[in-house]
């Protein structure tokens, strides 16, 4: 345990760096805007829930895999967003530095590192720190390949039909083929031939479809997350 490290209650727990500054890195961050109103954010196991209370609208929940987060975020105006590992698209916004920036950056770091666990840990790699992990959360956010790059990828990854028929029968047993049945026939075609581009990429505009839904479709099928992501044999982290 590193010197300095102290846990002290549910949320959250201290660290000291080498100069005795301490900080607060907590799983929790409750963020208010004037005019926004307040969004909650909170790190449970291998998931985000969020909780948003706009002013004029009712209260909105939602849950998200980290599985599915891209572990560096990009700075949008005056937000912070994590976007999916599919699609680039942003699944979690963060008002920026609030409700102060300690707590901010110190959230963001630790929900940059569980979602870059959480991925190695089903992709089956070793688990490490990504590149730039407790930098300033103001720092130049790094490119990001295209939609059309991260198809190109995902052509090169080790795509087996035994690999797809496991995902088809958990999804099928444990989600329903009446929830996700158009994504579910997608996959059963790219297992007749795995190494069909046009195949793979319609399997892939049908996980893009199934929304809040993908969450559920990563965690019965961890399979399904090496052939959507950019090649994790290609990285070494």
Known sequence: MPVGFQITRKHGFFWTDIIGIKYTMTNKLVQ?????GTQ????VDDTVNVRIKSPFNKEETLTVMLTVLNPEPVINKSVLEFT???NNEPLLSLF???PNPEAFNA???LLKQKAQDEFNAFAGLKSGRPAGLNGN???EPPDFDTPDMKRTAATNKHITAEGIENAITMLSQYVGKEQIGPFLSALQALQADPLNESLLAQMIDEFEALGPKQG??????PYIGLLLSDDPFSKSY
């Not at 208010?32 to 926004?36: E, N, P, Q």
């Not at 559920?216 to 099928?221: E, F, G, I, K, P």
């Open 40 to 43: 909650e954010f909170e790190i």
């Open 216 to 221: 559920a479709v990563l965690t019965y099928a």
């Open 32 to 36: 208010k805007h004037l005019f926004k």
């Open 96 to 98: 920026l530095a609030k």
């Open 107 to 109: 959230f963001v770091n």
């Open 84 to 86: 999916s590992r599919v």
């Open 137 to 139: 959360v103001y720092d």
